[in-house]
């Protein structure tokens, strides 16, 4: 069903009404989420096409999985409308994201903090890596590492297993291709720090696992960083989705209307143009 039309502060769009994009679109039709209206809803069955939604839009909820984001983060950008994108996964394709950077649209793409936090300390400890000589405390080697831990129930990592198994050990780019709906929070944590080819990635399917558990630890010249989030899973998502995600959607929607930043705003052209798979 199309919203369309209906007025008052910041004009949402929802991409994707499942585990996460539902409790979007209740929390936006029963007017909680401050300064935001619904503005149009597409399921994976509504006929209404891009251009008519996105021309009634200033921003568009993606929380439809990878695929249907592949087809409208660009068109999105193409028309001037800002993207909250929880599918950031597809930032790890490199075809994907060369395709951002070759447009030439205004519409920014904003990634969620997702079902973790902490991206701001992570991000500034990561940034202060390109401090010029001299400007770090010791002056010792300008390196870090980050290391994301997930565990999981075996079925949210396609896996059986009546013990805890590691499935997977990685970069974050790797685990976003193979697992691509339960790599978004490395991803974000990739792009806010050392990048999607430096991040490891490791996760274990702990059939004792009835939350989900993502463990940062990040080493840099500026200090040792340990972050533990233990989160309930959104009921319908078999385990693959926190739900705590929508409500970091909801606090970045919030702040967009209020005019100030929230998320990790990533500028596809500055980002990724230069990207190539073999960095190091
Ligand atoms: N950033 C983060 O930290 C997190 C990100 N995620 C990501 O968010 C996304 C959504 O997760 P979740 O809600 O659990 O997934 P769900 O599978 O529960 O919901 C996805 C919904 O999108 C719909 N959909 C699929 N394709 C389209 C399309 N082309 N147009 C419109 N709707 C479509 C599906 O409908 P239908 O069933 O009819 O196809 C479904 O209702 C996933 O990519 C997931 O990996 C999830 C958790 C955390
Ligand atoms: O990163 C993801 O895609 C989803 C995830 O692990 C979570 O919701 O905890």
Redesign the pocket.
């Known amino acids: 069903m199309s919203t369309i039309g209906m007025t008052g502060g910041l004009r949402v769009g929802l991409l994707g009404v499942g585990a996460l994009g539902g409790t979007i679109a209740d929390l936006l039709g029963a007017g909680h989420i401050a300064g935001c209206s619904p503005a149009g809803t597409i399921r994976s069955t509504t006929a209404l096409s891009p251009a008519d939604l996105l021309s009634g839009i200033d921003v568009l909820v993606e929380s439809a999985g990878a695929q249907a984001a592949r087809a409208w983060v660009p068109r999105a950008i193409a028309a001037g409308v800002d993207v909250v994108l929880c599918s950031c ?1 597809v930032l790890a394709d490199l075809d994907f994201t060369r395709e951002l950077a070759d447009g030439d649209g205004t519409g920014r793409v904003l990634v969620p903090s ?2 973790i936090g902490g991206l701001d300390l992570f991000a500034a400890a990561g940034r202060a890596l390109s401090a010029p000589a001299g400007r770090l405390a010791g002056d010792r080697p300008v390196r870090a590492s980050v290391v994301l831990t ?1 565990t ?1 129930r075996p079925s949210a990592l396609g896996v059986e297993t009546d013990r805890p198994i590691e499935v997977f050990r990685g970069s974050a780019r790797s685990a976003a291709r193979e697992y691509p ?6 991803v974000a944590l990739a792009l806010a720090t050392i990048g999607l080819d430096e991040v490891t990635v490791v996760m274990v399917a702990d059939p004792a696992a009835a939350r ?1 558990r ?1 463990l940062v630890t990040m080493s840099s010249p500026l200090g040792e960083y340990e972050l533990g989030v233990t ?1 309930a899973v959104a009921p319908g998502s078999g385990g ?3 739900a705590v ?1 929508p409500w970091s959607v909801v606090t970045l929607l919030e702040s967009l209307a209020a005019g100030h930043g929230a998320g990790l705003l990533v500028h596809p052209a500055n980002d990724f143009r230069h990207d190539t798979e073999d960095r190091t």
Do not use: E, F, L
């Open positions: 996964g997702g079902a997930t999981k709906r339960t790599a978004n929070v490395a989900t993502h989160n693959r989705t926190s995600t």
